[in-house]
């Protein structure tokens, strides 16, 4: 349309509203095109306006209150910050401002809360801001024609026009809409406690951040959250010793930015190695696996770090009965950014209550007398460069240390033994996540880590030293491809590559003996897998194989078919089935030695599979479940099957006849999962159930079916969470019966006829320990020391009823050749305490 047909046209609209109005203009406060309310002027007021039309002609106004001119006019600059210049009684000019002042106030678009603290950033300028306390924002001068950037952790990002802010009353209201990633393959929000989710292919995810509280626990522990679910347990009360159903904590698959982590714990396993609080995302996968993982027959936990650049720096800080930690995030610019964290224990600057209760915990022995010096660090670090807008860049590493100086001192005779422990992980991992077209993307991740165990036993007359030595190194490179033709398909395919070589080194002066072994185990794998969405979200399903093919240099090759399956569909929108299953591999174990022990404390070392003695460890699962959740209530049933084959005696810390046999076999598990939740804004209660059958299978032992040292036979949990504004409660009751164990003969416990003499056991795991309960609590109280300066304050008692469960039993020969019984207890009434800001 032409410029002249469009002021005609412009011209008829406003001779028309003139004659319907007669002597005056529209009512006020209703909004009008600038150019028609213009023309409406020139006939009321008989002047002249001369103007660009193409620049005025997309402004709207609210009409102003009848007055004077001079009034009238000023209005129209407030409102639209067009320059007004008067020629003279009769014509007026009007020209478009290249700067303008803005204003607007920002609300989430759930609850209408004020989002203080979001930052604002006038695009393609140095100009910047953040909301204050009541989430509005001015800036002056800003260039009309450009775009601003509207950011805040948790929330999309919006992008806006400074010519649809321009100041006025009241300033425009902005609404930002909460993130959440993969949004619509959540079924269950806020799972137990907040930041607890379950994802339709059957995984948990946690979100460290938005966690709530737990019972026993006053920080994020990733590995001790996950002891809250159905179906997994620490037998120890370690995080170093997880339990997925029913396997062995060397068969969980525990990744960091995805580096493969060989150490998990510190304080022999009572704390995790990981801070909390710069992960971003944790996933647990119990069964249903995707087919770009390896390893892990029993399960996976997969963690990540923050992975999005801020626009501003923040950071923490804090401490307990146990350690400190610091934590930021710098953005240096809006491309790149680091990440820190670092953490140290106190144990060997002063005593705490929390300290002893763990020392007690570890190193409990009536026999001897004991003193330690020991203490803890880790730290980690990531450089987050974005280097462009489809292409990011990353680097990770992480430290994690344990030292130790111990001496055992016999009252008897006064002898000593003097030890020392020195146990470290460090890794470093990249990544480059690239976006080649809103349909196509790949992620290269490439990963080096080295685990070191060193021990070192002297005896008091200096008559025997024992060195011993464990060392994986391991170099790992994978590549995802992701394909999305549409809004219900994504393909999957991949390849990843990893060597893997661990060292055992033992050297003992008397008797004279050394023993030196490193093998090499490198592995292929190429997956593919495609996952299907309905429109109506009523179908999951993803289906994918895994190819691996293992090599040990000199000794076996051999390849490996394993599908994957997870398939969720939904009855109504509350009632929901799913079906898992898999086939896995791993080729990396624990030995647990107990008679050539690291200090009797940490007795497990990293072996690769040779095919023969250890062949590769397989295992193959399925479940079927069904959920109900509806109104903040659920309650989900699931039922599995899961053998895992080609373990050896010599994992499974046998401390009976089979701990030195060697034999190879299997396990199979059979069991039910059930949970009940009620939960709303301000209490989560809840109660779990899990039953295992967990059992045996060794060919050449008698008999060759007996109980599994893991089989937990029946284990519950009830307990509740309540949030009152700043304060968090919470109380929990843990319950399972005890493990098996093997006693010795009841008629003939001693077998003389060896040398040196031998206990005559009954049947493998024919003995169960007593029943196990262990109450905790814990509180949390948020409160604020300045606007920008957050603080909180947390205690909590674990087994507050100070309950003495026994968590193992086994026998062995005394100084006199006497059978002695040896028992190794969970923690008493264990206080400890946090105060933490972050900023």
């Known amino acids: 349309m032409s410029i002249r047909i469009r002021k005609l046209l412009l011209f008829i609209v406003g001779i028309t509203c003139f004659l319907i109005s007669h002597d005056t203009i529209a009512q006020s406060g209703d909004k009008i095109d600038l150019s028609i309310f213009l023309q409406q002027l020139e006939q009321e007021f008989n002047i002249k306006f001369s103007y660009a039309d193409n620049e005025i002609y997309d402004l709207e106004i609210h009409i102003p209150k009848k007055g004077l001119l001079v009034d009238i006019l000023n209005d129209i600059k407030y409102q639209t910050q067009v320059e007004i210049e008067k020629l003279n009684e009769r014509y007026y000019t009007l020209t478009k401002s290249n700067f303008v002042s803005i204003c607007a106030t920002v609300l989430d678009n759930f609850k209408m809360n004020t989002l203080y603290g979001a930052s604002v950033k006038v695009l393609g300028t140095n100009i910047s801001t953040i909301l204050d306390d009541s989430g509005t924002f001015t800036l002056y001068n800003i260039p009309r024609n450009s775009s601003l950037q509207i950011k805040h952790l948790g929330y999309k990002t919006l992008f806006v026009s400074a010519d649809d802010l321009i100041v006025k009353e009241p300033c425009s209201t902005l609404l930002l809409a909460q993130f959440y990633q993969q949004l619509d393959e959540v079924i269950v929000y806020e799972f137990l406690t907040k930041g607890l ?19 026993g626990l006053i920080e994020p522990d990733v590995l001790q959250t996950v002891q809250a ?47 909390p609080y710069l992960t971003d995302k944790v996933t647990l996968i119990k069964n249903g696996t995707a087919s770009e993982y390896g390893d892990g027959v029993s399960g996976i936990i997969d963690m990540h770090t923050k992975d999005d650049i801020a626009d501003t720096f923040f950071a923490g800080a804090g401490f307990n009965l146990i350690g400190g930690d610091v934590y930021g995030h710098l953005p240096v610019n809006e491309k790149l950014a680091v990440q820190f964290s670092a953490r140290r224990s106190l144990t060997d600057l002063i005593d705490t209550p929390t300290y002893d209760k763990f020392f007690t915990r570890v190193f409990d022995d009536s026999q001897v007398a004991q ?143 050394e ?38 240099p000199g000794t076996f090759k051999e390849y490996i078919l394993e599908p994957r399956l997870s398939f969720n569909y939904a009855f109504t929108r509350h009632l929901k089935v799913q079906a898992l299953g898999e086939f896995k591999s791993q080729a990396t174990n624990q030995i647990i030695d107990l008679e050539q022990n690291f ?69 199979d598990v059979k069991g039910v999962e059930f949970l009940i939740n009620k939960k709303t804004d301000n209490y989560s209660v809840w109660a779990s159930y899990t039953y295992n059958f967990n059992t045996y299978n060794f060919s050449e032992v008698v008999p060759p079916d007996f109980p599994n040292n893991l089989d937990i036979r029946h284990a519950a949990t009830f307990a509740g969470t309540y949030t009152l504004e700043n304060f968090k409660f919470g109380i929990g009751l843990n319950y399972r019966t005890g493990k098996p164990y093997t006693e010795p003969d009841a008629e003939e416990p001693i077998n003389a006829t060896f040398f040196p003499n031998r206990i005559n056991y009954q049947e493998p795991n024919s003995s169960r320990l007593p029943e196990y309960l262990r109450a905790d609590v814990s509180a949390i109280y948020n409160f604020n020391i300045t606007k920008k300066l957050k603080a909180s304050a947390g205690v909590s008692v674990l087994n507050f009823t100070s309950r003495k469960n026994i968590l193992n039993s086994y026998y062995q020969f005394n100084d006199e050749g006497q059978i002695e019984k040896v028992e190794t207890f969970s923690l008493g009434l264990t206080p400890n305490m946090n105060f933490r800001v972050r900023f």
């Not at 948990?204 to 509280?213: A, C, D, K, Y």
């Not at 010793?241 to 493969?260: A, E, H, P, T, V």
């Not at 510190?266 to 801070?275: Q, V």
């Open 599 to 667: 200090l009797g404390i940490e007795k497990r070392r990293w072996i690769v599979s040779d095919g023969d003695k250890l062949p590769i460890t397989k295992s193959k699962q399925g479940s079927i479940g069904i959920n109900y959740d509806h109104q903040n209530f659920y309650v989900g049933v699931e039922a599995f099957y899961k053998e895992v084959d080609g373990i050896s005696t010599s994992t499974q810390g046998f401390q009976n006849q089979n701990q030195f046999n060697g034999e190879i076999g299997k396990y």
């Open 371 to 513: 003193e330690g010096n020991f203490y803890f660090y880790d730290f980690t670090g990531k450089l987050l460069y974005d280097i462009n807008e489809k292409q990011k860049l990353r680097f990770s590493f992480i430290n994690i240390n344990n030292l130790l100086d111990y001496t055992e001192r016999n009252m008897d005779d006064d002898t000593e033994i003097q030890s020392a422990l020195n146990q470290k992980n460090l890794s470093f991992g990249t990544s480059l996540k690239s976006d080649w077209t809103k349909k196509f993307n790949t992620f290269l991740n490439l990963y080096h880590t080295r685990y070191k165990l060193d021990a070192r036993n002297i005896s008091g007359n200096a008559e025997q030293i024992l060195f011993q030595n464990n060392e994986v190194q391991e170099t790992a490179l994978k590549l995802n491809t992701n394909y999305v033709p549409n809004d219900n398909l994504t393909w999957l395919n991949g390849y990843q590559f990893t060597d893997t070589g661990i060292a055992n080194e033992t050297s003992v002066t008397q008797p004279p003996f």
């Open 229 to 275: 679910l159905p179906g997994i347990e620490s037998t120890d009360e370690t995080v170093s010793n997880i339990n997925i159903r029913g396997g062995s904590n060397d068969q969980n698959l525990i990744l960091w930015d995805g580096i493969k982590m060989y150490q998990s714990g510190h304080f022999f396993g009572l704390i995790s190695a990981f801070n």
């Open 515 to 552: 023993s030196n072994a490193r093998n090499v185990i490198k592995s292929h794998a190429l997956f593919s897998e495609l996952t299907f969405t309905s429109t109506d979200k009523k179908v999951f399903a993803r289906g994918g194989l895994r190819l691996n093919y293992l090599e040990n």
């Open 197 to 215: 989710v379950k994802q339709l292919d059957g995984s948990l995810q946690m979100n460290s951040e938005e966690f709530g509280i737990l019972p």
